[in-house]
């Protein structure tokens, strides 16, 4: 891009991909020169965007952006457009100083073999200066002072690690050898750093961040902790161990007050102070404990939230009484959680969690309450805690019910706040608790307990109907951020956004929502690291229409009047504000246009592309979408995106693959790299020649499957009666609940030619009963209150279960299918794959499996992705044009593709590790 350029709507991109013989350009003599076909070997070169950030004055902006064969590109440019963006190579980690003057990157090395070292800009001078010693960086809050990481060995053999702080701008700098671990004082001014110089012990150094400075606050054999500061950086707490091993008597927690005078005091909790907490085991303070986190300075800073762990006395059995076999688990009706689920929080197992408080300045250590399972806490305030308890409801076989309580960290009493809740959200400042119940907003002052209704007084519903479950208490359409001091909470309804007073005093309309666009506003913050907003504060919105997927940008100023600040044709994202100038960004993107980001003023009048990604795009054929609206064939109103073959000509028909999930028409407008390292990826398959229609469902309660073909069958039907597509030329494919949808739908229907279902579960019954592995609990919540979508269990509606299982319709399927699985599946069992394959192989019905070995959910590796798309996309050739089958489709013994095999229509190297085909007769 040669410069910046004003921000120039396109409002008739659409049209002229649609319409009219395939695009031209024009080569250096002005003579046109006919568009190419998208290639694999072309994929490699096209951007994503990445990581951004903008300086506080607004003056400049950073954006990386990661090619499809992972190449990283950073780019500095002026947001005013006077300057084009300057090429910062793989930059990555890139931050602007506080102050704004400085620019700070870390630049890997030119090779493989080149170390990485970090770069700081003048901005103000454009001065640059390499420091190639330095591997990473802090910098301090509120000032120009960096902490550069010299790694062990980057001077030479046997050099130890290092810390470098460096005043920008100036030529100050000390360095700190055998530094062990270190932390900044939130405010800024100082540097805790632990160091190891001579190996026989540590020591802990407070450095200066003005003058640089350091002195010794303290020594241990070892530190097992990063300092934690308390908030006004004048005390600071850390875990010491006194010997080698972590048993927990061998540790014991630090405090450091008045680290900046001239006699700091020592305060330590010892195991000998925890003899009354811990009569019969030994225990000791812990670094960070589960449920709890690390040690919190509360009350002002004059005491300490802790978490103490004990062992458990073990027998000479090691735990398992009688002398019965280690190799045992025991599954038990009664357990709270499933032993996967106890397996994979092992490191809490064995280990008693006491939460408590210590006074370092008279040594007393006050005992709380003792956290068990899956009980948390999260500190609310200097003397407040939230306690979320699900004890009471375990088993979680639907809905995960808990109850919420407040813990007085002084007293240690507790009070209910809600009971057989979900979840709850706490206000910023911890003064109010806000929960979704029987269609309603609550709230929950912590100082009274009093519980306030926030919509009774709103006609509106809070309640998203538009999401079908079983579940027994709703949910909303969701919350935004909260006010000044707690005072209000912004609140979603399906169009609006809402205002209400946190003690329930009042509530008002802030939007202008819903009307024959059915504009949806939702509240946006456009700097999540500023204070919550005040009365002099403006609040956005971002806005999106139902009707045509636009996208925009909304402003209530302080007097009230809401200003539409942009709406487009495209999407629109990560709308953000400088911290100290009116300067925004945000980046636009649709299905013709790359994303790219664009700088603007308060008025958004002006605006300047910032970004220039894939120019190389205008060298190809590349088509545009657009939307269909049509009924189902249960009477609802209904959308899909329809992408066009990227080299479509008025009067041609072309075959079709339709993608599917749940709600995909929301895709309008979206850009999408070509790359074969996806699921199925929409860009590659229009370059291959296809349509791509991505439809909504809507569901109805016990009856998945048969929503999903009431949908997406109509979807078709509307799709056909544009003229464009060819009927007999029509696949249908979806990944995980798209693809057991695809399973499921084609044995209702002979619409589609050729089908491709990844990851499908098959038998709604055995999935029921299954773990999920990624989690260790059970699948009954996800079929009840989930996914699922079914109001009880199979054996109360086992009609509804088998009726929406592809596998007891499997003699039903005619079309083609091609079921791609990890063999380490850990959220849809492999078996649903072998289930389904043994049924349709004993029916006769055609069916190939690629069982990936080892793979997952999402594959890995990269060769297992590239390869398992490539057959996709043979396997679309092959039954949509006529393309002549691969050898494995046709593979009788199901033998594994051997090396060298020809592959058809887009080409590329094949290396699927452990690939077994399973090939159903028929």
Same mark, same amino acid.
């Given at each position: 891009m040669s410069g910046a350029r004003p921000f120039v709507l396109a409002c008739g991109v659409l049209l002229a991909c649609h319409a009219g013989a395939p695009a031209t350009l024009a080569d250096d003599d002005g003579e046109p020169e006919q568009r190419r076909h998208l290639q694999e070997q072309d994929f490699g070169a096209w951007e994503r965007m990445g990581g951004f950030a903008l300086a506080p004055e607004g003056d400049w902006f950073i954006y990386t952006t990661r090619t499809v064969d992972g190449d990283t590109t950073t780019r500095l440019t002026a947001t005013d457009g006077s300057t084009p963006p300057e090429d910062l190579g793989a930059a990555r980690t890139a931050r602007f100083s506080d102050s704004g003057r400085f620019l700070i990157h870390v630049q890997p090395g030119a090779s493989s073999d080149e170390q990485q070292g970090v770069v700081v800009r003048n901005l103000d001078t454009q001065e640059v200066t390499d420091w190639p010693l330095l591997s990473s960086f802090q910098l301090a809050q509120g000032r120009d002072v960096l902490v550069g990481t010299i790694p062990e060995g980057r001077r030479g053999a046997d050099t130890p690690r290092a810390l470098d702080v460096r005043h920008l701008g100036a030529d100050r700098t000390r360095r700190f050898d055998h530094v062990v671990r270190s932390a900044l004082s939130p405010e800024g001014s100082q540097l805790a750093v632990v160091v190891n110089e001579q190996g026989d012990g540590e020591t802990l150094l407070i450095v200066d961040l003005d003058?640089?400075?350091?002195?010794?606050?303290?020594?241990?054999?070892?530190?097992?902790?990063?300092?934690?500061?308390?908030?006004?950086?004048?005390?600071?707490?850390?875990?010491?161990?006194?010997?080698?091993?972590?048993?927990?008597?061998?540790?014991?927690?630090?405090?450091?007050?008045?680290?900046?005078?001239?006699?700091?005091?020592?305060?330590?909790?010892?195991?000998a102070h925890l003899d009354d907490l811990c009569p019969d085991t030994r225990c000791g303070p812990v670094a960070r404990m589960e449920g709890l986190g690390p040690p919190r300075w509360i009350m002002g800073g004059d005491r300490i939230l802790v978490g103490i762990e004990a062992d458990h006395p073990h027998d000479e059995s090691g735990g398992n009484p009688g002398g019965e076999s280690r190799n045992v688990t025991v599954w038990h009706w009664r357990d709270h959680t499933l032993a996967p689920r106890r397996a994979s929080a092992a490191p809490g197992n064995g280990r008693g969690r006491t939460v408590a408080v210590w006074a370092p300045d008279d040594g007393t250590i006050t005992p709380l309450l003792h956290l068990q399972g899956e009980q948390s806490l999260q500190r609310l305030d200097d003397r407040t805690a939230l306690l979320t308890d699900p004890t009471p409801h375990q088993p979680h076989l639907r809905e995960r019910w808990r109850d919420f309580r407040t813990l007085d960290l002084e007293t240690g009493r507790l009070e209910t706040v809600?009971?057989?809740?979900?979840?709850?959200?706490?206000?910023?400042?911890?003064?109010?608790?806000?929960?979704?119940?029987?269609?309603?907003?609550?709230?929950?002052?912590?100082?009274?307990?009093?519980?306030?209704?926030?919509?009774?007084?709103?006609?509106?519903?809070?309640?998203?109907?538009?999401?079908?479950?079983?579940?027994?208490?709703?949910?909303?359409?969701?919350?935004?951020?909260?006010?000044?001091?707690?005072?209000?909470?912004?609140?979603?309804?399906?169009?609006?956004?809402?205002?209400?007073?946190?003690?329930?005093?009042?509530?008002?309309?802030?939007?202008?929502?819903?009307?024959?666009?059915?504009?949806?506003?939702?509240?946006?913050?456009?700097?999540?690291?500023?204070?919550?907003?005040?009365?002099?504060?403006?609040?956005?919105?971002?806005?999106?229409?139902?009707?045509?997927?636009?996208?925009?940008? &909304? @402003? !209530?100023?302080?007097?009230? +009047?809401? /200003?539409?600040?942009?709406?487009? =044709?495209?999407?629109?994202?990560?709308?953000?504000?400088?911290?100290?100038?009116?300067?925004?960004?945000?980046?636009?993107?649709?299905?013709?246009?790359?994303?790219?980001?664009?700088?603007?003023?308060?008025?958004?009048?002006?605006?300047?592309?910032?970004?220039?990604?894939?120019?190389?795009?205008d060298q190809y054929h590349w088509a545009g979408d657009t939307l269909l609206h049509y009924q189902d064939q249960n009477g609802r109103d209904?959308? &899909? @995106? !329809?992408?066009?073959?990227? +080299?479509? /000509?008025?009067?041609?028909?072309? =075959?079709?693959?339709?993608?599917?999930?749940?709600?995909?028409?929301?895709?309008?407008?979206?850009?999408?790299?070509?790359?074969?390292?996806?699921?199925?990826?929409?860009?590659?398959?229009?370059?291959?020649?296809?349509?791509?229609?991505?439809?909504?469902?809507?569901?109805?309660?016990?009856?998945?499957?048969?929503?999903?073909?009431?949908?997406?069958?109509?979807?078709?039907?509307?799709?056909?009666?544009?003229?464009?597509?060819?009927?007999?030329?029509?696949?249908?494919?979806?990944?995980?609940?798209?693809?057991?949808?695809?399973?499921?739908?084609?044995?209702?229907t002979d619409v589609f030619a050729a089908a491709v279902a990844a990851a499908p579960v098959t038998n709604l019954t055995s999935q029921y009963s299954a773990v999920y592995q990624r989690t260790g609990r059970s699948n009954t919540g996800i079929f009840e209150v989930g996914q699922g979508r079914f109001a009880a269990p199979f054996w109360e509606l086992p009609d509804a279960y088998t009726d929406n299982s592809p596998v007891f319709h499997a003699h039903r399927i005619a079309t083609p299918l091609l079921m791609v699985f990890g063999t380490d599946d850990q959220a849809v069992d492999f078996n649903q794959g072998v289930e389904l394959y043994n049924a349709m192989r004993r029916a006769g019905s055609p069916v190939v499996m690629l069982a990936y070995e080892g793979e997952g959910h999402r594959f890995q590796d990269q060769d297992n992705r590239k390869d398992a798309t490539r057959r996709k996309l043979a396997w679309f050739r092959h039954h949509l044009t006529g393309d002549a089958p691969e050898p494995w489709m046709i593979s009788p013994d199901g033998a594994p593709r051997r090396p060298g095999l020809p592959t058809a229509g887009i080409r590329g190297d094949s290396c699927a590790v452990g690939l077994l085909l399973l090939c159903g007769e028929g």
């Amino acid at each position: 891009m040669s410069g910046a350029r004003p921000f120039v709507l396109a409002c008739g991109v659409l049209l002229a991909c649609h319409a009219g013989a395939p695009a031209t350009l024009a080569d250096d003599d002005g003579e046109p020169e006919q568009r190419r076909h998208l290639q694999e070997q072309d994929f490699g070169a096209w951007e994503r965007m990445g990581g951004f950030a903008l300086a506080p004055e607004g003056d400049w902006f950073i954006y990386t952006t990661r090619t499809v064969d992972g190449d990283t590109t950073t780019r500095l440019t002026a947001t005013d457009g006077s300057t084009p963006p300057e090429d910062l190579g793989a930059a990555r980690t890139a931050r602007f100083s506080d102050s704004g003057r400085f620019l700070i990157h870390v630049q890997p090395g030119a090779s493989s073999d080149e170390q990485q070292g970090v770069v700081v800009r003048n901005l103000d001078t454009q001065e640059v200066t390499d420091w190639p010693l330095l591997s990473s960086f802090q910098l301090a809050q509120g000032r120009d002072v960096l902490v550069g990481t010299i790694p062990e060995g980057r001077r030479g053999a046997d050099t130890p690690r290092a810390l470098d702080v460096r005043h920008l701008g100036a030529d100050r700098t000390r360095r700190f050898d055998h530094v062990v671990r270190s932390a900044l004082s939130p405010e800024g001014s100082q540097l805790a750093v632990v160091v190891n110089e001579q190996g026989d012990g540590e020591t802990l150094l407070i450095v200066d961040l003005d003058s640089l400075e350091s002195r010794t606050v303290a020594t241990a054999p070892r530190f097992a902790s990063r300092p934690r500061w308390r908030a006004d950086g004048d005390a600071l707490a850390v875990l010491e161990q006194r010997e080698t091993d972590d048993a927990p008597d061998h540790q014991r927690l630090l405090v450091v007050h008045d680290v900046t005078g001239s006699d700091p005091r020592r305060h330590r909790l010892s195991p000998a102070h925890l003899d009354d907490l811990c009569p019969d085991t030994r225990c000791g303070p812990v670094a960070r404990m589960e449920g709890l986190g690390p040690p919190r300075w509360i009350m002002g800073g004059d005491r300490i939230l802790v978490g103490i762990e004990a062992d458990h006395p073990h027998d000479e059995s090691g735990g398992n009484p009688g002398g019965e076999s280690r190799n045992v688990t025991v599954w038990h009706w009664r357990d709270h959680t499933l032993a996967p689920r106890r397996a994979s929080a092992a490191p809490g197992n064995g280990r008693g969690r006491t939460v408590a408080v210590w006074a370092p300045d008279d040594g007393t250590i006050t005992p709380l309450l003792h956290l068990q399972g899956e009980q948390s806490l999260q500190r609310l305030d200097d003397r407040t805690a939230l306690l979320t308890d699900p004890t009471p409801h375990q088993p979680h076989l639907r809905e995960r019910w808990r109850d919420f309580r407040t813990l007085d960290l002084e007293t240690g009493r507790l009070e209910t706040v809600v009971s057989r809740q979900e979840r709850v959200e706490v206000s910023p400042d911890g003064r109010y608790v806000l929960y979704f119940r029987d269609g309603d907003w609550w709230s929950v002052d912590l100082a009274d307990g009093t519980a306030s209704n926030l919509t009774e007084a709103v006609a509106t519903g809070f309640e998203d109907d538009s999401h079908i479950s079983g579940r027994e208490q709703p949910e909303a359409f969701g919350s935004g951020q909260w006010g000044q001091d707690d005072e209000w909470v912004l609140l979603h309804s399906r169009y609006d956004v809402y205002r209400a007073a946190s003690d329930g005093s009042g509530i008002e309309r802030l939007t202008e929502g819903g009307g024959p666009e059915g504009l949806r506003y939702r509240d946006h913050r456009i700097d999540w690291h500023a204070d919550a907003p005040g009365p002099d504060d403006p609040l956005y919105f971002s806005v999106f229409g139902q009707r045509d997927k636009s996208h925009g940008y &909304a @402003r !209530l100023n302080t007097d009230g +009047d809401l /200003r539409m600040l942009t709406r487009q =044709p495209r999407t629109l994202r990560f709308l953000h504000r400088a911290d100290d100038a009116p300067v925004y960004t945000f980046m636009a993107e649709s299905a013709t246009e790359s994303p790219n980001f664009h700088a603007t003023r308060d008025d958004f009048e002006t605006v300047h592309q910032l970004s220039d990604t894939n120019p190389q795009q205008d060298q190809y054929h590349w088509a545009g979408d657009t939307l269909l609206h049509y009924q189902d064939q249960n009477g609802r109103d209904q959308q &899909a @995106r !329809l992408l066009y073959p990227a +080299d479509y /000509r008025p009067g041609q028909q072309y =075959p079709m693959v339709v993608l599917i999930y749940e709600n995909r028409s929301d895709n309008l407008h979206r850009y999408t790299a070509p790359s074969l390292a996806g699921l199925f990826n929409q860009r590659v398959l229009s370059s291959a020649g296809f349509f791509v229609l991505e439809p909504d469902i809507g569901y109805s309660l016990n009856a998945p499957g048969r929503s999903a073909s009431a949908s997406v069958v109509s979807a078709v039907e509307a799709a056909l009666e544009t003229g464009k597509v060819d009927a007999d030329a029509v696949a249908l494919a979806g990944h995980s609940w798209g693809g057991y949808q695809t399973a499921f739908i084609i044995s209702q229907t002979d619409v589609f030619a050729a089908a491709v279902a990844a990851a499908p579960v098959t038998n709604l019954t055995s999935q029921y009963s299954a773990v999920y592995q990624r989690t260790g609990r059970s699948n009954t919540g996800i079929f009840e209150v989930g996914q699922g979508r079914f109001a009880a269990p199979f054996w109360e509606l086992p009609d509804a279960y088998t009726d929406n299982s592809p596998v007891f319709h499997a003699h039903r399927i005619a079309t083609p299918l091609l079921m791609v699985f990890g063999t380490d599946d850990q959220a849809v069992d492999f078996n649903q794959g072998v289930e389904l394959y043994n049924a349709m192989r004993r029916a006769g019905s055609p069916v190939v499996m690629l069982a990936y070995e080892g793979e997952g959910h999402r594959f890995q590796d990269q060769d297992n992705r590239k390869d398992a798309t490539r057959r996709k996309l043979a396997w679309f050739r092959h039954h949509l044009t006529g393309d002549a089958p691969e050898p494995w489709m046709i593979s009788p013994d199901g033998a594994p593709r051997r090396p060298g095999l020809p592959t058809a229509g887009i080409r590329g190297d094949s290396c699927a590790v452990g690939l077994l085909l399973l090939c159903g007769e028929g």
